[in-house]
Nanobody
Framework: VQLQASGGGLAQAGDSLRLSCAAS????????MGWFRQAPGKEREFVAG????????NYADSVKGRFTISRDKADHRVYLQMNSLKPEDTAVYYC?????????????????WGRGTLVTVSS
C-alpha cells in the first residue's frame, strides 16, 4: 500500500477532525500531495494541496479558512486539519500523490490515490 489515509469518522457541525495520510518514500518525497473528496452522487473534487517542500499550499474556496494541509517529510505523512465542519463536508476523502513537485486541482495530475476515509458531518 503506497498511500493510506486515516482519521475519518462522525462529527457534528462545528467540530474538528484531522485526517492523516501515510505515504511510502517513493510516492511522496519529491511530489506534491493533496486531498480530494467525493460526496454521494457527485464527482471527486479537489480540497487542498501542498508542494514537495511544504512551502506552498492551495485550497478549494469551499474550505479556505477552515481546513489546513501540512506535511511531515521526514515521516512521509500528509495531514488535513478540518475545523468548523459543515454537513456539506460529508464525503469520502482521498489522499493523493501528484505526478509533479507541485499540487494540482486536476485529478488527471494525480499519480497515486490512497483508499478513502469517510467523513460524516451531522447538523
Amino acid at each position: 500500500v503506497q498511500l493510506q489515509a486515516s482519521g475519518g469518522g462522525l462529527a457534528q457541525a462545528g467540530d474538528s477532525l484531522r485526517l492523516s495520510c501515510a505515504a511510502s518514500r517513493r510516492t511522496s518525497s519529491n511530489n506534491g500531495m493533496g486531498w480530494f473528496r467525493q460526496a454521494p452522487g457527485k464527482e471527486r473534487e479537489f480540497v487542498a494541496g501542498i508542494n514537495w517542500s511544504g512551502g506552498m499550499t492551495n485550497y478549494a474556496d469551499s474550505v479556505k479558512g477552515r481546513f489546513t494541509i501540512s506535511r511531515d517529510k521526514a515521516d512521509h505523512r500528509v495531514y488535513l486539519q478540518m475545523n468548523s465542519l459543515k454537513p456539506e463536508d460529508t464525503a469520502v476523502y482521498y489522499c493523493a500523490s501528484f505526478l509533479r513537485a507541485y499540487s494540482s486541482t486536476n485529478t488527471a495530475d494525480v499519480r497515486y490515490w490512497g483508499r478513502g476515509t469517510l467523513v460524516t458531518v451531522s447538523s
